[in-house]
């Protein structure tokens, strides 16, 4: 079981979608967390609550505007277990969310307060067993908190050719080299002992836990080097203090999901992330449809 004292990172202060991606913050509680996005009239609000009351949330949305007709809402209740399909807010309905999540249907998180000792064990032994065949093998795994152009070029280019196979929209190199002078970002570098890339992986650093952002890896890669390199990422931000190291989003619990066993052998405990929900008003639908294809071809990161 995860430890009652953690908060999932995007319900803190400084999350990734805020201060690199222009949404602003404009509301910021113990138990309620409301980012605002305006396209031209249209504002697009995350209204992200975690214990709130119905009180609460429903005052939160009238004082500010979230249920006009100029206003699409996604709200996430991550304490939430219901499975209506129907969620009522001040009067007006919302829409269960299923598929294209805004946040998926949860995580898997590492407690890093546990023993080195521990948290290898914890590692399904299949993937301990892989990761021993990838360190028997000569691969190490590098980490920079300051990387190289080279370097970056180097993430960028692997990233590249996985985007074009999968649709996926590509993170720009100017926020990737703001996000690391501002000491948000540690990039995991895998390579052969010829120096040849494996895996490079980018972990976004805030309030103490490390979120797993972005990922690239090259075709035909040795077995087990997915796993070591975050077996090595647990244990440098251990060694470096942080105490949590969420292993980013998953958007199904289905066993055959590949995804959700690759993060679930890791020794993480699951996190659910509660139910999700959306308000569109009638005439920005068509609207919001091509921007929630858009969107979800994007949805690997934040």
């Known amino acids: 079981m995860m430890d009652s004292t953690y908060v999932p990172i995007m319900l803190r202060p400084g999350w990734v979608l805020e201060r690199y991606y222009d949404w602003s913050v404009v509301e910021q509680g113990p138990t309620l967390k409301l980012l605002r996005k305006s396209r031209g009239p249209i504002a697009t609000f995350l209204l992200l609550t975690r214990g709130a009351s ?14 006009g007709w100029r206003s ?8 939430s277990d219901s499975e209506n399909g129907i969620r009522v807010i001040a009067g007006v309905q919302f ?13 898997f998180v590492v407690d890093l307060s546990q023993t080195l000792d521990t948290l290898w064990r914890r590692i399904a032994p299949r993937e301990r067993g892989k990761c021993r065949r990838a360190e028997h093998l000569g691969i190490k795994v590098e980490f920079d908190e300051h990387p190289s152009e080279r370097a970056l070029d180097a993430f960028l280019g692997l990233y590249g050719r996985m985007a074009r196979k999968r ?10 080299e703001e996000m690391f002078t501002r000491g948000n970002l540690l990039m995991a570098r895998c390579f052969d002992p010829s120096g040849q890339n ?30 070591f390199t975050q077996w090595e990422t647990v244990r440098m931000l251990k060694t470096m203090g942080f105490r949590y190291y969420d292993l980013g989003l998953v958007s199904s619990r289905d066993a055959s999901d590949g995804i959700y066993r690759f993060k679930g052998s890791l020794g993480g405990s699951f996190v659910d992330f509660g139910r999700e929900f959306e308000c569109v008003p009638v005439g920005l639908r068509a609207a919001y449809g091509v921007f929630h294809i858009l969107r979800t071809r994007v949805r690997k990161v934040a």
């Open 72 to 79: 699409i809402v996604v709200f996430r209740d991550f304490s």
């Open 167 to 176: 649709g996926l929209e590509r993170p720009r190199r100017r926020t990737l």
């Open 54 to 67: 119905e009180e609460e949330i429903a005052d939160t949305a009238r004082w500010h505007g979230l249920l």
């Open 95 to 107: 829409r269960r969310v299923t598929t294209g999540r805004w946040f998926g249907v949860g995580t």
């Open 198 to 227: 494996l895996v490079i992986n980018l972990i976004y650093l805030s309030n103490g836990q490390g979120y797993y952002l972005h990922g690239a890896r090259a075709d035909g890669i040795a077995a087990g080097a997915g796993h």
